[in-house]
């Protein structure tokens, strides 16, 4: 760490109701984020949520119009991107074509005339020592990835802010280089903020994640809670796939709510309370049961195999029930159903998500924008 920087190993950063514009568009409206020492933090949202512009903001990049940010409990506006202890990694990863991976690599450290010496560790931890003499265009994007994730761990920052870091990676590199990303802040002892799209992404590897929509935050939590509970249909829906069913309250049994959904019946659900007259209930993919026989009291309905995708480990099979699409995942080696069988949908009422009708009505409700 270098003397001038005045912020502790690992700090926390605080965000307070910050708010930023770009004439008419309100990028940012009142986000309030608390980030711990150490952790790795997902900032998740579709394309234009203000993800970029919070995190330019906290790396003093951009100035915001109103609102905090503090690191480590020091209010940091007045101080300059390069003393906030924070190394900011933007989207596309920029390397220096012209430059070798070393001078890359070790160009922030020359030029602020400090030893070398950690450019070679840095290298060698993400192991690409062996390339240094290479040219960025000579790296695969892996590798290249990596000397760009080098380079920001080479500022000595304690904070990591990285925009997109993996997004220009194909499917397997992606995952592979995610878990090492994580590992290595881990090994580090780095504070993170990993601005992405990718819900996968974000759930597999954070230790909280934020989802951002149109300025906003919408809920904040571990990747399991915003997954199990998401506060609202935007979150549930963006997360990954569900099936939804638009429902109107009829009664309550015992510990359950029912719903009468169109063509469907009636629905059980887990009691829910505040949910008023008219409803929409979700369910994941995973939680739909599929059968080809049994009977169940309540939430079992007899359909028709209408596709069956296979997408290795699990199967995505489409199940027409008196007129609606209902989605399920099946597992490898669960009940073996064709296209055309016909099948049983049971929808465990404890599983169900159930959400308020929106105002803005269903399908608004659902889009980023
Ligand atoms: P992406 O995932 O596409 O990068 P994002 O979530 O990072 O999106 P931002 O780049 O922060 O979103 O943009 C938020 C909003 O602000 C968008 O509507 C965008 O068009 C707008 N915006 C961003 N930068 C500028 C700018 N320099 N001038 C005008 N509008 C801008």
């Known amino acids: 760490m270098r003397d001038e920087d005045i912020f502790s190993l690992m700090p926390s950063i605080e965000v307070k109701d910050l708010w930023k514009s770009y004439g008419s568009i309100i990028a940012l409206r009142g986000v309030n ?20 512009t919070l995190l330019k903001i906290i790396a003093g990049l951009l100035k915001q119009d109103r609102g905090e940010v503090l690191i480590d409990g020091v209010e940091v506006s007045s101080i300059p991107p390069e003393l906030r202890g924070a190394s900011y ?29 950690q450019a070679e560790e840095i290298l060698k931890l993400v192991g690409l020592w062996e390339r240094r003499d290479s040219y960025p265009h000579e790296l695969s994007g892996g590798q290249q990835q990596r000397i760009a994730l080098a380079r920001a761990l080479a500022s000595g920052s304690q904070i990591l802010l990285l925009d997109e870091p993996l997004s220009a990676l194909d499917a397997l590199l992606n995952l592979q280089l995610r878990f090492e990303l994580k590992k290595l802040a881990k090994e580090l002892g780095l504070t993170v903020i990993h601005v992405t799209h990718n819900a996968e992404e974000a759930l597999s590897i954070a230790d909280k994640v934020a989802i951002l929509r149109k300025g906003r935050i919408q809920q904040i939590g571990c990747p399991s809670e915003v997954y199990r509970s998401p506060v609202n249909l935007f979150t549930a829906n963006f997360l990954g796939e569900i099936n939804l069913f638009e429902g109107r309250l009829t009664g309550f049994l015992e510990r359950m709510c029912i719903f009468k959904v169109k063509t469907l019946g009636e629905l059980y659900t ?28 309540e ?63 269903l399908e608004k409700s659902l889009l980023s924008e």
């Open 89 to 117: 990694m933007p989207q596309g990863y920029a390397l220096f074509p012209h430059m070798t991976i070393w001078e890359n690599v070790s160009y922030g450290l020359s030029v602020r005339e400090e030893s070398l010496s």
């Open 33 to 52: 984020l608390r980030i711990e020492d150490g952790e790795y933090f997902c900032l998740l949202g579709p394309t234009g949520a203000g993800k970029t």
């Open 299 to 361: 939430n079992f309905f007899k359909g028709v195999v209408e596709t069956v995708e296979n997408m290795g480990f699990y199967r995505r099979a489409l199940i027409k029930v008196k007129g609606l699409e209902i989605l399920a995942y099946l597992w490898i080696d669960a009940v073996d159903v064709q296209e055309g069988d016909n099948a049983y949908v049971y929808l465990p009422p404890d599983k169900a998500l159930v959400f308020p009708y929106p105002k803005e009505g």
């Open 270 to 297: 887990r009691r829910v309370q505040n949910i008023g007259l008219n409803a929409v209930i979700a369910y994941r993919p995973e939680d739909v049961e599929v059968a080809i026989d049994g009977w169940k009291e």
